[in-house]
T-cell receptor, first 112, second 109 residues
């Protein structure tokens, strides 16, 4: 089955700096890669996703890049703010309707 | 439109007791999932359903059973709870993206 590895497990940055979280996947058939954000005590929520026919996608301060050859994808957050502090999960899916496989999460802390 | 609703939100059980977690969604989604979340281990899939009357095993199904008798409901059962099942349980339904419930925190003593 699919295996998703996520690094780092914790990340601390100063407010205004950039943060990068990286994931690798094993199943070459995977073609959908979402990122979920989970604030303390809350449910995970989708923040951005990318499909295999696109190499990069941006949404304001958040961007995701995908390298299908190397089977890895990354989340980039620029100009970090305290409200970005949360756990971030990457995931991969072979095709719509097939189950997602999640990474183990990255605890991001943005310090003032 | 409530989205995905889980009940109960908190529960404490003794080892060997049984209980059922209920997940209800009002978005008419076919796909529904049960995950457990443990520190450092992310979200692990317990069971899932691709439609009314169907269920399938996920990554960590042992000790759990599920039923999907109605499209809007997905039940997760623990027949004989064990301390290893202490966790936060999330239900989700899917329509392109996953919509999660608020979570159910279960403690087994």
């Amino acid at each position: 089955g699919e295996n998703v590895e996520q690094h780092p497990s914790t990340l601390s940055v100063q407010e205004g700096d950039s943060a990068v979280i990286k994931c690798t996947y094993s199943d070459s058939a995977s073609n959908y890669f979402p990122w979920y954000k989970q604030e303390l005590g809350k449910r995970p929520q989708l923040i951005i996703d990318i499909r295999s026919n696109v190499g990069e996608k941006k949404d304001q301060r958040i961007a995701v890049t995908l390298n299908k050859t190397a089977k890895h994808f990354s989340l980039h957050i620029t100009e970090t703010q305290p409200e970005d502090s949360a756990v971030y999960f990457c995931a991969s899916q072979p095709y719509p309707g097939n189950k997602l496989t999640f990474g183990t999460g990255t605890q991001l802390k943005v310090e003032l | 439109n409530a989205g995905v609703t889980q009940t109960p939100k908190f529960r404490v059980l003794k080892t060997g007791q049984s209980m059922t977690l209920l997940c209800a969604q009002d978005m008419n989604h076919e796909y529904m999932y049960w995950y457990r979340q443990d520190p450092g281990m992310g979200l692990r899939l317990i069971h899932y359903s691709v439609g009314e009357g169907t269920t399938a095993k996920g990554e960590v199904p042992d000790g759990y059973n599920v039923s999907r008798l109605k499209k809007q409901n997905f039940l997760l059962g623990l027949e004989s709870a064990a301390p290893s099942q202490t966790s936060v349980y999330f239900c989700a339904s899917e329509a392109g993206e996953l919509f999660f419930g608020e979570g159910s925190r279960l403690t087994v003593l």
